[in-house]
């Protein structure tokens, strides 16, 4: 049976905990930093918090995403999607759905329950 020991997975998820510095809402998936922050977003937050790599339900890895309350919002539309950045360099680092699509109004503030973002262990 493969396998892969933690330290894998965790040197992988810590590029979250320690690179991210920005969270934006955006109205699809983004597939680069330019879409992330520019093209598709409709706010952002800087206050990111990521807790260190743990273990994950069913196996695995994960990092916890905290809630984030005090999000603003740039763009009127509809948010589906999140994603982490690092500013500098600039470089996407994950994306998502959100739990449920947001509505948003430029001006606004915006919130995003916390939630996890993991590696399986391999099959």
């Known amino acids: 049976m493969a396998s892969l020991a933690d330290r894998v997975f965790d040197n992988g998820l810590t ?20 879409e992330a922050t520019s093209t ?3 706010g952002n937050s800087t206050s990111l918090s990521i807790a260190a790599p743990s273990d994950r339900t069913g196996g695995g ?5 905290a809630a984030i309350s005090d999000g ?6 509809t948010a589906t999607h999140y994603a982490i950045v690092d500013t500098s360099p600039p470089r ?7 739990s449920a699509s947001q509505s948003v109004t430029s001006g606004n503030t915006f ?3 916390s939630f996890t973002i993991g590696i399986p262990d391999p099959a």
């Open 92 to 98: 996407l680092l994950a994306t998502g759905s959100l």
């Open 40 to 42: 598709y977003t409709l």
């Open 72 to 77: 603003s919002v740039s763009g009127t539309g």
């Open 15 to 34: 590029v979250l905990e320690t690179d991210a510095s920005r969270i934006d809402i955006t109205s699809q998936e983004a597939t680069t930093y330019a």
């Open 111 to 113: 919130s995003i329950a």
């Open 61 to 65: 890895r994960e990092v916890v995403i």
